[in-house]
């Protein structure tokens, strides 16, 4: 059993910064990757990005360079850092982690809102 609660979520103006938390408790031993998702309304989750245990990262082309994925394994959390937000980042974010099947071992978090408005 795996349980994953999100924070950091909020309202910010364009151009403003957020760092999301993903708090990882239970069996995380087995878990290989953690990643970021979001769902606009209308819209269909998507993946943000993904870090592994070893520190590699993958982005979507719509947030690199301008959100960092970071994780502390010892207190077994994942950090989304967001600057230069825009309003087309408006969105549930959603953490996920996965061991290296997902059928065995696939969880999500509740997710936090983002939202990016003037």
């Known amino acids: 059993q795996v349980q994953l609660v999100e924070s950091g979520g909020g309202l910010v103006q364009p151009g403003g910064s957020l760092r999301l938390s993903c708090a990882a408790s239970g069996s995380t031993f087995s878990l290989n990757v953690i990643g970021w998702y979001r769902q606009a309304p209308g819209n269909q989750r998507e993946l943000v990005a993904t870090?592994?245990?070893?520190?590699?990262?993958n982005y979507a082309d719509s947030v690199k360079g301008r959100f960092t994925i970071s994780r502390d394994n010892a207190k077994n959390t994942v950090y989304l850092q967001m600057n230069s937000l825009k309003p087309e980042d408006t969105a549930v974010y959603y953490c996920?982690?996965?061991?290296?099947?997902?059928?065995?071992?696939?969880?999500w978090g509740q997710g936090t809102q983002v939202t990016v408005s003037s």
């Open positions: 996920n982690a996965r061991g290296p099947i997902v059928s065995v071992a696939n969880y």
């Open positions: 870090i592994s245990k070893s520190g590699t990262t």
